[in-house]
């Protein structure tokens, strides 16, 4: 994996899945039953055992770290709760001014300690030849969740404040960019390899927003990583957005399903690296049809150094473990 993301020539494609730990697999679903999400990640070395297990059981070629998104933003002040059935909660939104003033930026990561180790402990138990991926939240996807409270579908909240006042929202997402920096930089200096900024929400903006709003605070981000460590940006759901993301510096790019790889290449250049983007749904599917599937892309996707293959999404609680195990294998067979 690491030779694809510096384009340089593999014996195969490299694979993994986002998610790859998680309810879809019963080792995870008992670790559940002993405690709550919470407790889990900040469990690191139950953590590190969870994608241990995934890792070997379905044959990926990378181990992204077992976290959360949303930990980093309960240490800027709010206060985070994984509710059974509704997903995550932030009982204190930032919708004002005001509300600003009580949220800080993180100068000092330490109280996220629980997370580097997750990524030493990671390290220490998964195969040297397979790298560790680290992870954060883009700034937009972390203010949508801090300014609506948890999850949305219209983001009515996050789009006011941007609309009505742009000083707030810049400011804070400064404050976030420059935070998840520094949180994204202390996981490499734990032993992470890689890391990937998720932009699960941005696909609810138009392209001048994104640009007005978003790219700059994005662009700050990736600027501040420690130098030399490759990146990942996936943000998902607009594919009128890819040509923006291709601006958020030098980093590979993930692609979801609605888009296809040889039309991202086309919009992003030939010397982009690339990671997807399988629908996630078929996963559900017969053998034969995931063969097929992993086999149109691969198809679509040969003679061109630096790809990774991967979900458009993450895997569904409701996958079976025997077909992800025949998705890695297809991919490692490839088409010859």
Request: hydrophobic fraction near 45%.
């Amino acid at each position: 994996m690491m030779k694809a993301m510096r384009r340089e020539p593999v014996d195969r494609t490299p694979v993994w899945l986002m998610r790859q730990a998680g309810r879809y697999m019963a080792e995870y679903r008992a670790v559940r039953e002993r405690m709550s999400f919470l407790e889990l990640c900040r469990n690191p070395k139950l953590c590190a055992e969870v994608m241990q297990t995934a890792v070997e059981k379905i044959g990926v070629d990378a181990a992204i770290i077992f976290s959360d998104l949303l930990l980093i933003l309960e240490a800027m002040g709010f206060n985070l709760e994984f509710s059974a059935g509704d997903g995550p909660v932030l009982h204190n939104p930032l919708r004002t001014a005001t509300d600003l003033k009580v949220i800080h930026e993180l100068m000092d990561v330490s109280s996220l300690d629980y997370v580097f180790e997750t990524v030493s402990e990671t390290r220490k138990v998964i195969s040297r030849d397979k790298p560790v991926i680290g992870f954060a939240g883009a700034p937009f996807t972390l203010a949508g969740y801090a300014i609506e409270g948890g999850g949305s579908r219209s983001f009515l909240h996050t789009k006011k404040l941007m609309y009505t006042r742009p000083d707030v929202w810049h400011e804070f997402m400064e404050r976030i960019a420059r935070s998840a920096a520094r949180y994204l930089n202390a996981q490499i200096d734990a032993g992470a390899s890689i890391v990937q900024v998720f932009d699960s929400w941005v696909g609810c903006l138009g392209v001048e927003d994104y640009r007005r709003f978003v790219l700059p605070h994005t662009r700050l981000l990736m600027e501040l990583v420690t130098t030399g460590t490759p990146i990942i940006y996936f943000g998902t759901g607009n594919p009128a957005l890819l040509g923006e993301f291709a601006k958020v510096g030098d980093c590979a790019l993930g692609i979801d399903w609605r888009t296809s790889l040889t039309s991202a290449w086309k919009t992003v250049g030939d010397d982009r690296v690339l990671q997807g983007n399988l629908d996630p749904a078929v996963l559900l599917a017969s053998p034969d049809f995931i063969r097929q599937e992993v086999r149109r892309i691969l198809t679509e996707t040969k003679g061109h150094p630096g790809f990774i293959f991967n979900l458009g999404h993450g895997v569904l609680k409701e996958t079976p473990v025997e077909n992800v195990r025949i998705l890695v294998d297809a991919v490692h067979e490839g088409i010859s």
